[in-house]
């Protein structure tokens, strides 16, 4: 069946540092991606999505390309923040949007 | 919009008390979803309703857990009797049939029961 799997965490990282989670996918058809985060006591938050291949979902710095070829959706931000520290969830919704995959979550803290 | 409300943010009950999670999903979305979020076991879907209608409640661990949607813009998620293990944060989540649509979440309740 259709699934995601990301990178194990926790990550850690220094202000200002380059962070890349990565995310891969297996489905049948033509899925749409999501990254979601959860900042601490609240619920998931749509990051960003890419609905097919070659696109590029982008928000507050953060950027994912949905790439076809290696099942790919690696989410990147260039410079991060201590205000960045959350868990990310990697996301796969089939087309109809009825299923949708969650992978484990990510932990990133950002530290001064 | 409001969001996807949740009631209440926090209970804690003790072993064997009925347990009742309230959802309000946002206005105009038909589809809803349960999910239950531990450390040991993450992000799990429980059951989700498409135009009010239960579609898929292969989640819900056990028969002491039911939810019902009786109409468009409340959800109820129900324990019954409520055991330490359900210890746990839910979330309700509510979106657009026909999608690929994104999901937009409730803050959750965290539910503790000793």
């Known amino acids: 069946g259709d699934s995601v799997t990301q990178m194990e965490g926790p990550v850690t990282l220094s202000e200002e540092a380059f962070l890349t989670i990565n995310c891969t996918y297996t489905a049948t058809g033509y899925p749409s991606l999501f990254w979601y985060v959860q900042y601490p006591g609240e619920g998931l938050q749509l990051l960003l999505k890419?609905?097919?291949?070659?696109d590029k979902g982008s928000n507050k710095g953060f950027e994912a390309t949905y790439r076809k070829e290696t099942t790919s959706f690696h989410l990147e931000k260039g410079s991060v923040q201590v205000s960045d520290s959350a868990v990310y969830f990697c996301?796969?919704?089939?087309?109809?949007?009825?299923?949708?995959?969650f992978g484990t979550g990510t932990s990133l803290t950002v530290i001064p | 919009d409001a969001g996807v409300i949740q009631s209440p943010r926090h209970e804690v009950t003790e072993m064997g008390q009925e347990v009742t999670l309230r959802c309000k999903p946002i206005?105009?979305?038909?589809?809803l979803f349960w999910y239950r979020q531990t450390m040991m076991r993450g992000l799990e879907l429980l059951i989700y309703?498409?135009?009010?209608?239960?579609?898929?409640d292969s989640g819900m661990p056990e028969d002491r857990f039911s939810a019902k949607m009786p109409n468009a813009s409340f959800s109820t998620l129900k324990i019954q009797p409520s055991e330490p293990r359900d210890s746990a944060v839910y979330f309700c989540?509510?979106?657009?049939?026909?999608?690929?649509?994104?999901?937009?979440f409730g803050p959750g309740t965290r539910l503790t029961v000793t």
């Open positions: 890419a609905t097919k291949a070659d």
């Open positions: 309703f498409n135009n009010n209608v239960p579609i898929d």
């Open positions: 989540a509510s979106s657009l049939i026909g999608g690929p649509y994104e999901q937009y």
């Open positions: 206005s105009g979305h038909n589809s």
């Open positions: 996301a796969l919704s089939d087309r109809t949007g009825n299923q949708f995959y």
